[in-house]
């Protein structure tokens, strides 16, 4: 393959993993974060720099463009290509050095500043097949970056040589970078509105040729907790340990089913990600997967019941469960018209690329928008061990998907 996009997407991925735009779900505002401002306001300069028409960054802090159709396609259905901004909360995204190895040789990748650190074939057998492709990982100490930034380069790759080809033909383009998606608030009430795509494509997925259209669906619970407090040398028969009765909630909560540990394949989960507080008052956080909506609420309907079962055994303290529904299964929506999975499947097939389309236990900003009636499939960056030290990915694969992404113009201008 090898169109030439390798060097401007080196530097793209490189340039936006540099800057810091970890999001904070424990933040009201939107983005939740305002570091994460600094790559949506180089974006607005970059789109703006490459020929990119109304060009905004919304109050929600989301950037859009339009890509204006070639002649004669101005009838086409617009297409929007979309990737978020945020990197994850779950582990440290400050400071991050991105490292390219070139030319890639096979063995083991160490790590400047942990040299206990080690990404081998042997533990990831995916890097083993990109033998002479140029890897790129950070230092050590924190995530890479790029879920989802390999998606961002892409979308800047593929935007730019879209306005500087103007005899590759194509319909109305919109181009969206979101904020916040890794803490499941990445399509803002506004956004379907202000995006204008009749169909999109997030890119944001893994391995080469993986076309995702089945995603999990989600609801996140937040469960406080406030007990009685005094000082403890006067608390006997008095004092309600909040700590005590939030380690008997998850002691209560099944432990060799029903979790991420012991779960796989199309099976949900019920999983707890932080625990608070004081003798006082604590807090407790979880998420509930499920590829089934029935399912998922019956990991929610567990959850409450477990809530109420221990307030009952201790009516001194208050115990509040709320259930928060995140994103849904794009499975069902897209069946009344498959045609984003199925030119996705096309576009793969035409670059020599066999797609596949495992279901992912995980989901992304095209859920929701397929949820809100933007049909959205997720398509593969290349990026691998994402939200770790161990993070990497395939410049070479970030060239298939921006290659993919140009093919897929071309098919829905004759759409």
């Known amino acids: 393959m090898g169109s030439g996009f390798a060097e401007e997407l080196t530097s793209r991925f490189v340039r936006y993993c540099e800057i810091d735009s970890q999001a904070d779900e424990k933040s009201p505002t939107s983005p939740s974060t305002a570091i994460q401002l600094d790559i949506l306001r180089l974006l607005v300069d970059e789109l703006t720099e490459i020929g990119a028409q109304d060009v905004i960054l919304t109050s929600y802090g989301a950037v859009t463009a339009t890509i204006p159709a070639t002649a004669g396609k101005e009838g086409a259905p617009v297409i929007g290509f979309l990737a978020h901004v945020d990197t994850s909360p779950g582990f440290n995204a400050s400071n991050v050095k991105p490292i390219v190895h070139k030319n890639y040789d096979g063995s083991d990748i160490t790590f400047p500043d942990d040299a206990s650190l080690i990404l081998s074939p042997a533990d990831s057998p995916y890097l083993g097949t990109k033998v002479g492709d140029d890897i790129v990982t950070a230092s050590g100490t924190t995530l890479l970056g790029a879920d989802d930034k390999a998606g961002v380069a892409i979308v800047m790759a593929f935007a730019n040589h879209l306005l500087h080809h103007p005899e590759i033909e194509h319909g109305p383009i919109r181009i969206g970078f979101t904020p916040d998606e890794e803490i499941g608030r990445g399509v803002h009430a506004d956004f379907p509105r202000d995006l204008g795509a009749q169909f999109a494509y997030t890119l944001d997925g893994g391995p080469v040729g993986e076309v995702v259209y089945e995603t999990f669906s989600a609801d996140r619970a937040e469960i406080h907790i406030t007990g009685v407090s005094i000082h403890p040398g006067q608390a006997k028969d ?74 009952a055994t201790e009516p001194r303290a208050k115990i509040t469960c709320e ?68 993070e990497y990915v395939s410049v070479q694969d970030m060239e298939k998907a921006t290659e993919v992404s140009i093919k897929l113009a071309q098919l829905w201008a004759n759409e």
């Open 238 to 311: 008095v004092m309600v340990n909040a700590l005590h009765l939030a380690a008997k909630i998850i002691d209560t909560l099944p432990h060799i089913t029903l979790t991420p540990e012991t779960t796989d394949d199309r099976e949900g989960f019920l999983h707890i990600y932080s625990l608070t507080g004081t003798s006082a008052e604590a807090e407790l956080l979880f998420i509930m997967r499920d590829f089934e909506e029935d399912k998922l609420q019956q990991s929610g309907e567990l959850l409450q019941q477990v809530c109420a079962t221990i307030q």
């Open 323 to 390: 259930i928060t529904p995140q994103y849904r299964n794009m499975r069902d929506a897209l069946k009344s018209d498959f045609r984003p999975v199925d030119l996705a499947l096309e576009a793969c097939r035409a670059l020599g690329i066999e797609p596949f389309s495992p279901p992912i236990r995980g989901g992304t900003d095209g859920s929701r928008l397929t949820e809100l009636g933007v049909p959205t499939p997720n398509i593969f960056t290349g990026m691998m061990n994402f939200h770790g030290p161990l």
